[in-house]
Nanobody, 126 residues
């Protein structure tokens, strides 16, 4: 089955940057779209960004557009999320997941994704 291993989170001041990594453990990365999600305490998991494998297209939630950049390195089985101009409302646990059975992105229904890892905590605070 395999799962992702997320890393790169931490405490950062507003306006700062972090780069998250998500390594696929036990399965290849090149067949399906990959999404980054986040979940703040008391809130539902929400989609942040997605990258397809069919054409390499990238997609972003309106809340992060222009600030976050997703990329993938299939050879390293790793997906990255570069986060710039961070805001306190970006505070959450960040996860990545495989969009099972699809090589393209279409929305952020978390039930379409799987192979979740343990997540990495991002805290934006002064």
């Amino acid at each position: 089955q395999g799962q992702f291993v997320e890393s790169g989170g931490g405490l950062v001041q507003p306006g700062g940057s972090l780069r998250l990594s998500c390594v696929a453990s036990g399965f290849p990365l090149g067949y399906f779209a990959i999404g980054w999600f986040r979940q703040a305490p008391g809130k539902e998991r929400e989609g942040v960004s997605c990258i397809s494998t069919s054409d390499g297209s990238t997609h972003y939630a309106d809340s992060v557009k222009g600030r976050f950049t997703i990329s993938r390195d299939n050879a390293k089985r790793t997906v990255y999320l570069q986060m710039d101009s961070l805001k306190p409302e970006d505070t959450a646990v960040y996860y990545c997941g495989v969009r099972r059975g699809y090589n393209y992105c279409s929305g952020y229904n978390p039930y379409e994704y799987g192979n979740w890892g343990q997540g990495t905590q991002v805290t934006v605070s002064s």
